[in-house]
């Protein structure tokens, strides 16, 4: 079945600069691939999605880009802010009524 | 507001000693999910839900039982609480299963299990 690894599991960079976590997933035929950040007592909550026919995804200060070659993609903040910190799951699925495989998580620090 | 609602929100009992987390959604969901997040584990799926009256088993659902009997109700029954069932436990929700469709998570139980 699909395994999803994530990396690093824990990110501290310093406020202003960049973030990038990366993902790899095994299942070549996995199309979906959604972000969600999981603040301090709360649920996870999408941030971000790409599908397996975009390169590229970019939503003001965050961005996904997918290599379907290598099965990795990966999620990048700039100019990163106090309320980035989080912990965050990167995932991945395939056809309709298949489940959703997340990572393991990583949590992102910014330091003041 | 749509949201998914998850009772209660902290929960302390002792081993053997049933006990249910009750989750609500307001979205009419087709779908529904528990899951289960422990420290370097990530989120693992416990049980599932296409729709009313048809559940299905996650990755990790040895000790647990659910039932949906209304589309917007998915409760957790855990029938003889262990120790090891000690974890941060999240029901969510989506129109659909698949590719797209989005996952609403409620506010999650923290469980621990004496």
């Known amino acids: 079945g699909e395994n999803v690894e994530q990396h690093p599991s824990t990110l501290s960079v310093q406020e202003g600069d960049s973030a990038v976590i990366k993902c790899t997933y095994s299942d070549s035929a996995s199309n979906y691939f959604p972000w969600y950040k999981q603040e301090l007592g709360k649920g996870p909550q999408l941030i971000i999605d790409i599908r397996s026919n975009v390169g590229e995804k970019k939503d003001q200060r965050i961005a996904v880009t997918l290599n379907k070659t290598a099965k990795h993609f990966s999620l990048h903040i700039t100019e990163t802010q106090p309320e980035d910190s989080a912990v965050y799951f990167c995932a991945a699925s395939k056809g309709r009524r298949d489940k959703i495989i997340f990572g393991k998580g990583t949590r992102l620090h910014i330091l003041p | 507001e749509a949201q998914v609602t998850q009772n209660p929100r902290y929960l302390i009992t002792v081993t053997g000693k049933k006990l249910t987390v009750t989750c609500s959604q307001n979205?009419?969901?087709?779908?529904m999910s528990w899951y289960r997040q422990d420290p370097g584990l990530g989120l693992r799926q416990i049980y599932y839900?296409?729709?009313?009256?048809?559940?299905d088993k996650g990755d990790v659902p040895e000790g647990y039982k659910v039932s949906r009997k209304e589309k917007r109700n998915f409760p957790l029954i855990l029938e003889s609480p262990s120790p090891n069932q000690t974890s941060l436990y999240f029901c969510a929700s989506s129109k659909y299963r698949g590719p797209g469709e989005k996952l609403f998570f409620g506010s999650g139980t923290q469980l621990s299990v004496l």
């Open positions: 839900s296409m729709n009313v009256e048809v559940t």
């Open positions: 979205m009419n969901h087709e779908y």
